[in-house]
């Protein structure tokens, strides 16, 4: 699955064991057997209305603005919580329907949230490890005129 992709989940499972619906994004490519991906939220109540990175604020968010992608609502993605999924198990998901694609993020947006996602303090090293490989494999396919 290509970084920065948006899917949508109608029996998501939130750390505090809940379920719900939820557009999340997925921050790497899953060559280590892992996902790593955030949530979002339309509910702006908490964060900026400025679009790109907020990563000093209370909350730390990536905003993109109604209008900058393919989101039709301002969207927050929150990071201050990651969560990681098994690469088949989510493929699987995808492939089956459980679970929606929504769309992916061009290039520049796709890494403007990874390096703002990149500097979160709650990411676990590993996590971290997995974000600035996909920032690397970006700018390395950019450069090699293979990026979208």
């Known amino acids: 699955m290509t970084p920065c992709t948006f899917l949508f989940d ?5 750390h505090d064991g809940e379920r719900g619906q939820k ?9 280590s057997g892992q996902y790593v991906a955030a949530k ?8 900026g209305i400025r679009y790109g990175c907020q990563i000093l604020d209370r909350f730390p968010n990536f905003n993109f603005v ?3 992608c393919f989101l039709n609502k ?3 993605i929150q990071l201050d919580a990651f969560y990681e999924f098994n690469v088949a198990d989510l493929r699987q998901k995808v492939m089956s329907g459980q679970i929606n ?4 993020l061009d ?8 390096i703002c996602t990149s500097h979160s303090e709650d990411l676990s090293q590993l996590q971290e490890s997995l974000v600035l490989q996909t920032i690397k494999d970006i700018k390395k396919a950019n450069a090699n005129g293979t990026a979208s």
Not at 10 to 14: A, E, H, P, Q, R
Not at 40 to 47: K, L
Not at 107 to 114: F, I, M, N, W, Y
């Open 40 to 47: 979002s939220t339309s509910r702006g109540d908490r964060y």
């Open 74 to 76: 301002n969207t927050w």
């Open 107 to 114: 290039t520049a947006q796709a890494l403007e949230l990874l």
């Open 23 to 31: 557009i999340f994004v997925v921050l790497n490519n899953g060559g």
């Open 10 to 14: 109608t029996n998501f499972k939130f």
């Open 66 to 68: 109604k209008g900058s």
């Open 101 to 104: 694609r929504i769309g992916v």
